[in-house]
T-cell receptor, first 112, second 110 residues
């Protein structure tokens, strides 16, 4: 186990709703990155937070937003859910921005 | 262009066989990493290997950064090695973004 936890494990929402996913980083890690993995594809980088500031962002619309707390845990918020948002959402923590990534078990989101 | 490219896309092995997975990466990608994703979706980091060779048990990896490729070797494969193997690298230029390849899907049969 990596020490990175995510909640919830599964979630079902309907189109247009909003969702919040949570991630607790491994002890001592100050950086959290979020990824979206559609079925049969590799993970796609959403964004990274370092010491509560966004430190990098992939090609995702503004309705994907995040937050990092003083204890380095993090949230991913997605507004106005679309069917294509159905995916496995992974978070990873690290000691620094480009260091080894340690992944959580993921949250599987289904949008109906 | 494609920044991280993996081959082969699929691989089927008999238990005990050896295999080599390849990852080609573009000039804009650095600090390569290899991951294994098990059937339950958990991504496990295998190697952080910007250059050189590392070994961990039956697995080893080599990155030749000057030629922009990395290889993952699996020896004496076991059924528990099944899953998807990803390589990923960080986009250079001071912008933190980890780029994944499409993965190699490995099935090891007893």
């Amino acid at each position: 186990e990596t020490g990175v936890t995510q909640s919830p494990t599964h979630l079902i929402k309907t189109r247009g709703q909003q969702v919040t996913l949570r991630c607790s980083s491994q002890s001592g890690h100050n950086t959290v990155s979020w990824y979206q993995q559609a079925l049969g594809q590799g993970p796609q980088f959403i964004f990274q937070y370092y010491r509560e500031e966004e430190n990098g962002r992939g090609n995702f619309p503004p309705r994907f937003s995040g937050l990092q707390f003083p204890n380095y845990s993090s949230e991913l918020n997605v507004n106005a859910l679309e069917l294509d948002d159905s995916a496995l959402y992974l978070c990873a923590s690290s000691l620094g921005g480009t260091d080894t990534q340690y992944f959580g078990p993921g949250t599987r989101l289904t949008v109906l | 262009g494609i920044q991280v490219e993996q081959s082969p896309p699929d691989l089927i092995l008999q238990e005990g066989a050896n295999s080599t997975l390849r990852c080609n990466f573009s000039d804009s990608v650095n600090n390569l990493q290899w991951f294994h994703q098990n059937p339950w979706g958990q991504l496990i980091n295998l190697f952080y290997i910007p250059s050189g060779t590392k070994q961990n048990g039956r697995l080893s990896a080599t990155t030749v950064a000057t030629e922009r490729y990395s290889l993952l070797y699996i020896s004496s494969s076991q059924t528990t090695d099944s899953g998807v193997y990803f390589c990923a690298g960080w986009l250079s230029g001071g912008y933190n973004k980890l780029i994944f390849g499409a993965g190699t899907r490995l099935a090891v049969h007893p």
